[in-house]
């Protein structure tokens, strides 16, 4: 998800999902061949957050190189992996390693990394309070609801002291973790498009970055917010996801060369992230191995 994921992370069991966007199963075009080069006219590619600078860049940047791609944009990231899955979508990219092994490990799916974006620190925000010791006793935070990213914002309030849990914190950990003796707030589970707006109605809340602007914040409103420079933070990575089969496929390949190379893509990657996010190359061996640990934790985790 992207995390998914300005808004990125753009990372499951939504509350109140959006529809998908109408038309996109008669719109979209055949998948790759196994391993080859691509089969259709038109590559697609679905995003949370169509309007972020880098994708105009990014289609005009693969049209100078014979490359017809076509944005396909969702309001939530419970949308794009069955979309990929089912060959609606050549390629997504709105999540990180974790939002996607979660996807694999519970469909029983095998979508693959074949690229890294960028690395996104995850924020706290408040409509009522400027800073976190501000925030009184008692009082409600929200998380996203989705595994990946619940456990990613409840270490993001355990480092701001609001919260304990009982385990530690760790990548899986959830709301039944919470040491609610020991802490500070309480905290509830919100889908993540509807955390922004609910603010009104809490005290803080851990708000994606696909989300932050939609609710008239800036990045740097944020009052805590996770360490992207981490090495521990290898599996938040947001990557470009494709079926195991058209990993090696050239244009998709090509593809990730062009986003991670082009200054201008590159630019609107920073731009759209309020200078927040950190670009980053990770050979595509070290995203495989990340998932595969990953995955294997939570098959683990799930019992």
Known sequence: ?????????????????????????????????????????????????????QWTAFEEAAADEGIEIEIVDFSDYAQPNPATTEGELDLNQFQHIVYLADYNVSSGEDLTPIGATAIYPLGLYSTKYDSVKDIPAGATVAVPNDASNQARALLVLQS???????????????????????????????????????????????????????AGLTFDDAIAKDDASDPNALPYVNIFATRAADKDNATYLKLVEIFQTDPEVQAGLIESSGGTGVAVQTPVADLEKSLAKVEADTKAAKG
Do not use: W, Y
């Not at 959006?18 to 259709?40: D, W």
């Not at 955390?195 to 939609?214: C, G, K, R, Y």
């Open 160 to 214: 701001a002291g609001l919260i304990e849990l009982s385990s530690g914190g760790t990548i899986f950990s959830d709301l039944a973790d919470i040491d609610e003796s020991a802490s500070k707030v309480k905290v509830t589970a919100l889908e993540a498009s509807l955390t922004p707006t609910s603010l009104p109605d809490l005290a803080a809340a851990v708000i994606n970055n696909d989300f932050v602007e939609d």
């Open 1 to 53: 998800m992207s995390q998914h994921s300005s808004r990125h992370t753009k990372l499951i069991a939504a509350l109140a999902a959006v529809p998908l966007i109408f038309g996109l199963a008669g719109c979209a075009t055949p998948a790759a061949g196994e391993g080859g080069e691509a089969s259709n006219e038109v590559i697609t590619i679905g995003v949370v957050g169509k309007a972020d600078p």
